[in-house]
């Protein structure tokens, strides 16, 4: 209480006094001397005062002078006389006395203690003799005060639990406990004890606010403290079962796994050496994640090492084995020889922890061999033999009766689980020399032609050769022979000047494992004999076909072109042209003149040179006359069937024109039906069509009825009339079959047959829609032609280019009966003419009886 409030209480009081005296006595009492006596201020004889706060206790003499009050003081509880502050400084002591001017002595307590409280005796003498005494009493009081109540209480699961709540407070206080809100009684799980509340066998749920409640009954004073209740779990480490395996010279990583509340920190320590990984070099350690790590482990990594895993609950730890795996070295492959049939075997060393698995792969396979015998060849054994100790294995390849086929490279491959290793070694087998890839025993030459002769010897190690000739002889005194090279390969070069070298040589080849000798005859070749027979097999007015009988030669020394000279007679043979043929091919001449008289001979050819003429033979070519019989070209069979109902198309070769140019084909059919087995024409049926166009081998018959059978003749005409007609048979296909679409048909060179078939029904959209898409087919082959055009000098743009810059020429090319200055192969291809992206082929076929010319296409057809 402050000097003011002390004054304000005493006025207060005095008024009190004043009201409650009569006056009388108050006027009676100021009249007379006053008894003295001490008075304390405030007044009461107990003051209850909480602790903490200050006082200020005021010993006021109530007497008539003042003066006369002497040896004031203040007694504490323990009879001391309480000191004066005489030194005003900054430390104040607990409780100090002060003289105020009216002599009144006031006592200070600071900060009031507990241990303060008690009776309080002020006592002074007046006028020398009268003992003056008033005593107080201070109580107090203690406000509620935890005094071990930490907010945060960490329990630790399955351990008994006290939860701290320490209260203080004067008077006591009681208390009580709530949990989540809810009282709590004392029973099986909780105990409410003094100062703590006890839970039994902590459990996870236990976590939560708990409210320590305290009160005081007769101050009603309350105070609740929240205690947050965190369960903690120990750490529990997993343990691991087996060893760690990490591979030496790689970086590994070892988990150590724990559990517990709150999340456990790790530390790890090698057994052996109790060093501390956490900041060891070449190891690293998350404290957070358990997991270590090894930087380019080395062997002396093995070993034990123990993880801890702490949290506030405890630690736990456990040990780990680490193995370290070192990868498979290969510490020896060494090429290895054999001879042919004898016993081979490879070794190969290797290194590794564990000791690696060797084996052996010939480069030639993919698959490496097996343990033990080979299924497919049990003469190869692979066996191994490991030494865990030293980390060697010992693989071994054994061949026994090895073949030549064994020769070859071999890789060994060591593997482990830290990987594999691989090298190269060589096994080769040694054998005698052999003349397996020399397939002629005979060499030829002619006019002193130099020849070589060669002896190539197979063999391991490499044969050294010589030769002998005439029985035992040498040959190093010759200078028509040279010898090039002595092993494996050695040629003889010979210039045979005489008959002396046209003679048998003989090759010796040997090396370590034998000798073996090749003869090798030089013989003399000559130009083929005359052409044996001469035989005309078919002419017409300008062409003719020979039967010929080429003379019979050496096979190594083959006939290989046959030429004929022919003249008019009354020419000579100076004058004669000339063509030539391979053997075996049709021999045909054309462009002969017709009804002219005309004499063949014949020479055949060989490597040597040109034979002699012979086989004189004469021919006069026949008037010129009608074009030989078309033939039409349909499949074997009776008919042919149309894969159209209304259309079919007409294909056929050319026939020989003899002598003039065939200017049209006729094409006449009729519908037939077949009456007990035979064919019977419907006259009425019949229609006829001339095709004018030059060239022309394909033509469509249009407008036909469906399922029905056709017979269609074809005539070929020239300026002499027309040829006999050639025939066949076709049906037309179903009508269903048949798809009732806009056909745009090319049909021959340089025009464009357009055979509609007009929608029926409800095919109109579809039919659009292919319409659309043959359009599209179209622009892309344009697009197509362009290209080619452009890259590789082909296509139809390209072609009608050129066309327009070399028609001429192309023109006289394409006319049958030209001059024949050059051998005509059976087929001879005439590429490219090339006509609205059509590829036409001419070819002369003899089908036995007369000479037909062919033309016919490649390239996109008429069916869309
Ligand atoms: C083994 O043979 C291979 C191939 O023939 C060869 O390249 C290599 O140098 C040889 N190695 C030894 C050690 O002779
Ligand atoms: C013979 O062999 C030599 C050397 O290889 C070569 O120069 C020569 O042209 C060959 N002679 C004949 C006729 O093949
Ligand atoms: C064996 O002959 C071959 C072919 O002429 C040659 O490439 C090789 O070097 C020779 N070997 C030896 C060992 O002379
Ligand atoms: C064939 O005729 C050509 C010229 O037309 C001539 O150069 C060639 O020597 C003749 N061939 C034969 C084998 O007569």
Known sequence: MSAAETS???????????????????????????????????????????????????????VDDTKLIKDMQWIDPQDRVIESLNTPGHSKPPMYTELLQDNSLSLFFNSLQEQQAGKYTCKATYANSIQLQKSVTIDTIVAITWD?????????????????????????????????????????????????????????????????????????????????????????????????????????????????????????????????????????VDSDTGVLTITNVNREDAGEYQCTATNLAGQANTNIRVNVIVKPKIMEFLNSSVVQDKEASLVCKAFGRPPPQVTFRKLTNDQPYAKGAQLDDDRIILTNSADDIT????????????????????????????????????????????????????????????????????????????????????????????????????????????????????????????????????????????????????????????????????????????????????????????????????????????????????????????????????????????????????????????????????????????????????????????????????????????????????????NLSSNTYYKVELMAHNAMGFSKPGSAKFKTAMESTDLNLDYNIVTSAGDIDTTVVHHQGPLVSSAAIIGIVIAVLFIIIIVIDVVCCCAHKTGIIYYVCERSRRKPVDEEDTKLGRDEKEPLKEEKKITPIIDSGLRRETSITFDGKRSVSKTGFVGKDSAV
């Open 8 to 62: 304000i209480c005493v006025s207060v009081l005095c008024i009190y006094v004043l009201r409650a005296t009569p006056p009388s006595r108050v006027f009676g009492h100021l009249a007379h001397a006053k008894e003295p006596s001490l008075e304390i201020m405030p007044n009461g004889d107990t003051q209850t005062r909480p602790i903490g706060s200050s006082i200020i206790l005021t010993c006021k003499p109530n």
């Open 148 to 284: 071990n109540a930490p907010p945060n209480q960490y329990p630790i699961l399955g351990e008994d639990y006290a939860i701290q709540c320490k209260v203080r407070a004067r008077p006591s206080p009681s208390v009580d406990w709530l949990y989540n809100g809810e009282l709590i009684k004392t029973n099986d799980h909780y105990i409410i004890d003094t100062y703590a509340l006890k839970i039994k066998n902590v459990q996870e749920s236990d976590d939560g606010i708990y409210t320590c409640r305290a009160y005081v009954l007769t101050t009603g004073e309350l105070k609740e403290r929240p205690i947050r209740v965190e369960v903690h779990i120990r750490p529990t480490v997993e343990e691991l079962s087996s060893p760690v395996d990490v591979i030496e010279g790689e970086d590994a990583s070892i988990q150590c796994k724990a559990h517990g509340k709150p999340p456990p920190k790790f530390t790890w320590v090698k057994s052996l050496t109790h060093q501390n990984l956490s900041n060891a070099d070449g190891f690293g």
């Open 391 to 702: 980390g060697e294995t010992v693989g071994r390849l054994t061949i026994s009766e090895s073949l030549r086929s064994n020769d070859g490279l071999y890789e060994c491959i060591a593997e482990n689980a830290g990987g594999e290793a691989r090298r190269n070694g060589h096994l080769t087998v040694e054998f005698p020399p052999s003349f397996a890839s020399m397939p002629n025993t005979s060499v030829w030459s002619w006019e002193q032609k130099p020849v070589n002769i060669s002896c190539i010897a197979e063999s391991i190690p490499n044969a050294t050769i010589r030769w002998t000739v005439h029985g035992d002889q040498r040959i190093d005194n010759d200078n028509m022979i040279k010898q090039l090279g002595n092993g494996p390969l050695s040629t003889l070069m010979i210039v045979p000047l005489d008959k002396r070298y046209y003679t048998t040589y003989k090759c010796i080849a040997s090396n370590a494992h034998g000798t073996r000798e090749r003869n090798i005859e030089l013989r003399e070749a000559t130009k083929p004999g005359e052409v044996l027979q001469a035989k005309m097999a078919e002419i017409t007015a300008t062409t003719i076909r020979f039967d010929l009988v080429p003379p019979s030669t050496n096979p190594e020394l083959p006939v290989r072109t046959i030429t004929v000279q022919y003249k008019e007679e009354g020419q000579t043979w100076m004058q004669a042209r000339n063509k030539t043929w391979t053997v075996d091919s049709f021999y045909v001449l054309e462009g002969l003149k017709p009804q002219t008289s005309y004499e063949f001979r014949f020479a055949a050819r060989n490597e040597v040179g040109l034979g002699n003429w012979g086989a004189y033979h004469q021919e006069i070519t026949p008037v010129r006359t009608f074009p030989n019989e078309p033939k039409i070209i349909t499949p074997t069979g009776e008919y042919d069937l149309s894969r159209f109902n209304t259309r079919y198309e007409l294909a056929w070769l050319a026939p020989a024109d003899n002598g003039e140019p065939i200017d049209m084909y006729r094409v006449k059919y009729c519908q037939i039906k077949r009456v007990s087995g035979d064919w019977q024409l419907l006259d009425d049926t019949c229609r006829a069509e001339d095709v004018k166009t030059q060239g022309r081998l394909r033509h469509w018959l249009k």
